[in-house]
C-alpha cells in the first residue's frame, strides 16, 4: 500500500508539472496499458493507466520478448471461449465529437506456446477488423480508426475470440478526442479506418511535448526509401506555419526525391482482409528547393507533380511555390480487399524539378450516406413546410371573414 501511495503521488507531481510546461493541451486522453498493476508517465509525459477499472474479464500477463516501448511489455489474455466478447467501456464525453481510437498488440509469446492468435476488433457492436497477431515482424501492431461519439458518455471496444484454441489479448488501448476538426474533406459521420500513416524520409514520429511531435497522439510510421530515390531534409523555414490536418513538424521536415530527376515515385500499399469499400489518399508536400539551390536560377524553377493511383490521374497536376507545404486529398476510389494500390508521382513536361514526397495518409470508410433517401427527405420537409403556410394562411383568411 505505501509502494502504491508513492507511486500515485510520483505520478501526481509529474502530472502537475507537465500540465504547467507542455506545448499541446492532452485533456480527455485516455492512455491505456492494458495488463499493467499501475499508472506511470512515460517519457513523452503521457500518463498511461491500469486497465483494472475498464474491464472486468481477463487476466493480466507479461511477454518473454521485451519491447522498447514499455505498454507493449503487459498486455490482457481472455478466457479460450469462441464467440465470446470481452468489452471495455471507454469513459468519453458526452458530447458529438470525433475521437481517435488506437488499439495495439504485441504477442511477445507470452503464453510460452509461439502460436500468436487471431481474432476480431468491434466497435459499439459494429465490426471494426481482423487482428492477425501472427504476422507481427517482432514489432508491435496497431489498429485505428476515427469514429464519431454521439453523447452516449462511454465507448465499447470489445474483442472476440474467431478461431478455437487461440484467445485474444491486447496489449494498449487509446482514446483521444479531436477538439479540432481534422480531414474536413474526407467523410463527415462515418468511422474512418486508418490503413496507412507513413512519414517519408526521416524516422518514426509520435507525440512529444516538443514543437516536432504529433498533437494528437497519430502515430507517423517511417516509410521504406524507394531504391530510386534519396532522402532529403525539407524542414520549412516557418516552423510555427499551420498546415492542413496538423501535421508534425517532424513529418514534413523530411522528404524523399528520385535521385534521377526524370524519374517517378512508386508506392505500393497492400490492403488488409478487411475493409469498406471507399478510400481516400492525403498526400504532404515540403519543397525544398530554396535549400537545397539556394543562390541559383532553379529556386524559382517549377515543380509540377502528376499523382496517379493505380494508372488513373488524380485530377490537375499538382504546383507547387517554392519553402512551402502543401496538402493535397486524393479522388474517392473503390478498393477492393486484400489487392494492392500502386501510386506514382511523376514530373509533368512542364516540371523543372523532380516529384517529391513527405508524407501520406490512406484512409477507408463505408459509404452509407442514401444520397436519393436525403434528396427525399429534404423534399418532405419542404412539403411539410408549404402545408404549414397555407395552412396558418388560411386561419388568418378565416379571422378576416
Not at 507481427?136 to 461519439?149: A, F
Not at 515540403?286 to 537545397?292: E, L, P, R, T, W
Amino acid at each position: 500500500m505505501e509502494k502504491l501511495q508513492q507511486i500515485l503521488l510520483l505520478f501526481l507531481a509529474f502530472h502537475f508539472l507537465k500540465a504547467g510546461s507542455q506545448v499541446f493541451d492532452t485533456t480527455g486522453w485516455l492512455s491505456i496499458d492494458c495488463g499493467a498493476e499501475y499508472p506511470r508517465l512515460s517519457n513523452n509525459l503521457i500518463v498511461w493507466e491500469p486497465d483494472g477499472r475498464l474491464i472486468k474479464t481477463g487476466f493480466n500477463r507479461k511477454v518473454q520478448e521485451k519491447q522498447d516501448l514499455e505498454e507493449m511489455n503487459t498486455l490482457r489474455s481472455f478466457h479460450d471461449v469462441l464467440s465470446e466478447e470481452h468489452c471495455y467501456k471507454l469513459p468519453v464525453y458526452k458530447l458529438t465529437l470525433r475521437y481517435i481510437i488506437r488499439a495495439g498488440f504485441f504477442y511477445g509469446n507470452y503464453d510460452g506456446l509461439s502460436r500468436p492468435p487471431t481474432f476480431n476488433l468491434t466497435v459499439e457492436g459494429k465490426m471494426w477488423t481482423t487482428v492477425n497477431t501472427s504476422s507481427m515482424d517482432g514489432s508491435p501492431v496497431y489498429h485505428e480508426i476515427s469514429y464519431m461519439s454521439h453523447r452516449s458518455g462511454e465507448i465499447n471496444v470489445c474483442l472476440v475470440q474467431t478461431r478455437e484454441g487461440e484467445a485474444p489479448f491486447i496489449s494498449s488501448l487509446e482514446a483521444v478526442p479531436m477538439w479540432v476538426k481534422l480531414f474536413p474533406k474526407l467523410t463527415s459521420n462515418a468511422t474512418i479506418h486508418l490503413v496507412t500513416r507513413t512519414n517519408f524520409g526521416g524516422p518514426e514520429v509520435r507525440f512529444t511535448s516538443g514543437l516536432h511531435g504529433d498533437m494528437f497522439n497519430r502515430i507517423w510510421t517511417r516509410g521504406a526509401t524507394p531504391p530510386n530515390c534519396r532522402e532529403v531534409s525539407t524542414m520549412p523555414a516557418d516552423t510555427t506555419l499551420e498546415i492542413e490536418n496538423r501535421p508534425p513538424m517532424a513529418a514534413v521536415g523530411d522528404s524523399i526525391e528520385p535521385i534521377n530527376p526524370s524519374d517517378p515515385i512508386i508506392l505500393s500499399i497492400p490492403l488488409p482482409p478487411l475493409i469498406p469499400q471507399v478510400a481516400r489518399f492525403v498526400f504532404y508536400f515540403s519543397d525544398h528547393s530554396c535549400q537545397v539551390h539556394e543562390g541559383s536560377n532553379t529556386r524559382t524553377a517549377p515543380r509540377i507533380t502528376q499523382i496517379y493511383i493505380n494508372g488513373t490521374p488524380q485530377s490537375d497536376p499538382v504546383k507547387f511555390k517554392s519553402c512551402s507545404c502543401k496538402v493535397v486529398y486524393s479522388q474517392r476510389i473503390n478498393v477492393k480487399a486484400g489487392s494492392v494500390v500502386n501510386i506514382t508521382l511523376a514530373a509533368t513536361n512542364e516540371s523543372k524539378l523532380p516529384p517529391m514526397l513527405s508524407a501520406m495518409e490512406m484512409f477507408t470508410w463505408e459509404d452509407t450516406e442514401d444520397h436519393r433517401g436525403a434528396s427525399s427527405i429534404t423534399a418532405c420537409e419542404s412539403f411539410f413546410t408549404l402545408c404549414i403556410i397555407f395552412i396558418q394562411a388560411l386561419y388568418f383568411l378565416a379571422l378576416e371573414i
